[in-house]
Nanobody, 120 residues
Framework: QVQVVESGGGLVQPGGSLRLSCAAS????????MGWYRQAPGKQRELVAT???????NYADSVKGRFTISRDNAKNTVYLEMNSLKPEDTAVYYC??????????????WGQGTQVTVSS
């Protein structure tokens, strides 16, 4: 069994900052890509940022320069530092991890989501 658990969401004013964390745990051989996605009401889930095990990153254009993704491979944990938050960043944020449970078998795991609300 593998669990992916997010934390760190909440209510913040426009221009403020939040830090999300996500840890994968359980029967893990290794974790390759990890990332954050978000889904606003009435919209499809979209990519926010991803980070490979080697550290290379990818960001949605809408968050470039404001959000920073990082990871701690020893803890199978990924972080999302969000600065200069805007009301349009309001969404449920989901963590994704590509987990190898054996040397031959991998699949996507998703967290339960954490709400981020940017409002004055």
């Amino acid at each position: 069994q593998v669990q992916v658990v997010e934390s760190g969401g909440g209510l913040v004013q426009p221009g403020g900052s939040l830090r999300l964390s996500c840890a994968a745990s359980g029967s893990i051989f290794r974790v390759s890509a990890m990332g954050w996605y978000r889904q606003a009401p009435g919209k499809q889930r979209e990519l926010v940022a991803t980070v490979a095990s080697g550290g290379s990153t990818n960001y949605a254009d809408s968050v470039k320069g404001r959000f920073t993704i990082s990871r701690d491979n020893a803890k199978n944990t990924v972080y999302l530092e969000m600065n200069s938050l805007k009301p349009e960043d309001t969404a449920v944020y989901y963590c994704n991890a590509v987990v190898w449970v054996t040397i031959h078998s991998a699949r996507d795991y998703w967290g339960q989501g954490t709400q981020v609300t940017v409002s004055s």
